[in-house]
């Protein structure tokens, strides 16, 4: 009697621990997704403008790959800074990034990826426009979930910036057409 009950929850870890089908070297994506970019500064309330975000990679190596990415503010946000209303906007994101894919299930992967962001962000006060960019090491981790042989949706967290009076985080959820 036991072990039927635990037959079913062996079965069960069985599947979650098959190996997914691999990345393979060759294999090309493009891809976009939409993000919810959070800029917190010192001294001022947090800032969560939108942007769209567009990929191009590469497998150089089963499950490793090589990838751009570009990027554009679709709406700003408003915050309030020392009693005046200020639109902060992300004007461009573009990266290069390394990206290793830990295959969980036939289907499912979590990846993490390591490299360099160029942004520009812009605040805005009645009228008056202040633009600003940089550049600095990001990281982060994501979920990729095969929908069909050629489509993957993912879901991914960023840092894309890590400055002493500032950091620029994301959240992007999108998609990847592999060819």
């Given amino acids: 009697m036991r072990i039927a009950k635990i037959a079913p929850l062996s079965l069960i870890l069985a599947g979650l621990a098959t ?3 691999a990345m393979e070297q060759g294999d090309t994506y493009l891809g976009g997704g939409f993000s919810m970019v959070n800029y917190d500064a010192d001294g001022a309330e947090e800032a969560e403008p939108t942007a769209i975000l567009g990929r191009l990679g590469y497998f150089f190596a089963d499950n490793f790959a090589i990838e751009s990415r570009l990027g554009f503010g679709m709406s700003d946000d408003d915050i309030q800074l020392l009693g005046t209303r200020v639109d902060v906007d992300v004007d461009q994101l573009a ?3 390394g990206v ?17 962001t160029y942004g520009e962000l812009s605040a805005s006060v009645d009228g008056f426009s ?3 960019d940089d550049t600095d090491f990001s990281y ?3 979920g990729q979930f095969d929908v069909s042989d050629n489509v993957a949706a993912f879901v991914e967290w960023a840092q894309y910036f890590d400055e002493s009076d500032y950091e620029i985080t994301g959240v ?3 998609a990847n057409f592999n060819f």
Avoid: C, M, R
Wanted: net charge negative.
């Fill in 140 to 142: 982060g981790v994501g």
């Fill in 95 to 97: 990266g290069v990034y």
């Fill in 130 to 132: 202040l633009d600003d």
């Fill in 172 to 174: 992007t959820v999108g």
């Fill in 100 to 116: 290793a894919h830990l295959p969980l299930a036939e289907t499912f992967s979590l990846y993490g990826l390591a490299g360099f």
């Fill in 19 to 21: 190996p997914a089908l």
